[in-house]
């Protein structure tokens, strides 16, 4: 069963955000659910019971504390087992971020914004030193042999969302992964005009560059961290020994 979230969050006075971060979500996902965008999955589905049930354990915990039964509770939502020990025991798990694999990306391009097929990807924990403060992140494997020699086909790339907003401070040249009506690629852009990226790849010689039209453009991620599926190949050496 969906639920309104909409009308949930205007009954406990919630913004998109806070809700968002109850519910383990993005605020971009929260607008999309609430305006029938996306579906919600049975793991939202899951955590939104759990909410309400919570809240309705402190209103009850409150009605009833003048009879010195129960005392009234801070505002807090009721965590699985494991996530309680955890609290108690001030760990945080690490945050699982999903990876778009080669297979992954034509069903990507179609699903992305299906909660459900983004909660049925392979997700891995981020790398040592990588704040996720603030930021969307995701794992994408890269396909053929546009990239090279810079990149080539299975390396894996960390990246983070930027967001709508913030596509005016793309820089040029720079490497970002694109997503697009049709699919998703790697590339370093260049913006032409407001309307118009040229997207370029650095084997030039056999990929020419193609003019983008930002409107056909539906997300674009940041390049982070780059893990290499193969050691690149030594220089020549000569012994002089």
Known sequence: MAYNLRGIR???????????????????????????????????????????EAKK??????????????????????LPYMEQRREQKKEHAPLMVPLIGIKAQAGYVKGFEQTDYMDSLEKYSLPPGVNPTGALWSYFEVDGDSMEPTLYAGDILL????????????KN????????????????????????WVLL?????LYPQVLMPVAKIKQ???????IRSRVPQPKEFRITA
């Open 220 to 226: 674009v991620w940041t390049f982070r961290r780059h």
């Open 10 to 52: 205007e009954l406990y006075n919630l913004t998109q955000g806070e809700l968002a971060v109850i519910l383990d979500l993005t605020r971009e996902m929260v607008n999309k659910m609430e305006k029938d965008r996306i579906r919600q999955s049975k793991s939202t589905q899951l955590k939104v019971k759990m909410f309400l």
């Open 173 to 196: 040249f720079c490497m970002y992964v694109i997503l697009t009506h049709e699919q998703l690629m790697v590339k370093r852009v260049f913006r032409k005009s407001a309307d118009m």
């Open 159 to 170: 990246a983070s969302m930027l967001p709508y907003e913030d596509w005016d401070d793309i």
């Open 57 to 78: 354990s402190e209103e009850s915990s409150q009605d009833i504390s003048f009879l010195g039964k129960a005392a009234s509770q801070p505002n807090r939502v009721l």
């Open 201 to 205: 790849s650095d084997n030039d010689e």
